[in-house]
């Protein structure tokens, strides 16, 4: 879409006013996937989350990263899931599989089954 400088000028102005006029409970930095996070950090401070990125969970490892948690990327959803099963039966501590959802869910099954 091509604008004026005009007609710019105002979408600008006007978004400038609807962030002034925003409440401050609108303005808070915690996400729904901070909150997820920090359940888990609470259930087991010590997690390791095996991942696969995507788009929809994008948020989610980004609030993980911003808690430092340990994150091992992976280039397939069956890994993650294998490599998570390694860990918790290794270690005793919760291990997190992340992956997109779809095929991404389903490729996990054969180390989910295991």
Do not use: K, W, Y
């Amino acid at each position: 879409m091509c604008v004026s400088g005009q007609t710019a000028g105002r979408i600008a102005m006007e978004q400038e006013e609807t962030r002034a006029n925003r409440s401050p409970a609108v303005e808070l930095d915690f996400t729904a996937a901070d909150l997820i996070v920090e359940t888990l950090l609470e259930c087991d401070p010590m997690l390791h989350v095996f991942c696969l990125t995507g788009g929809p969970i994008g948020p989610l490892v980004d609030a993980f990263c911003r808690r430092q948690v340990n994150i091992t990327f992976l280039a397939h959803e069956q890994a993650c899931a294998m490599a998570c099963d390694g860990f918790v039966r290794s270690s005793g501590n919760l291990g997190i599989t992340l992956v997109t959802n779809g095929p991404g869910v389903t490729n996990t099954l054969t180390g989910v089954a295991g």
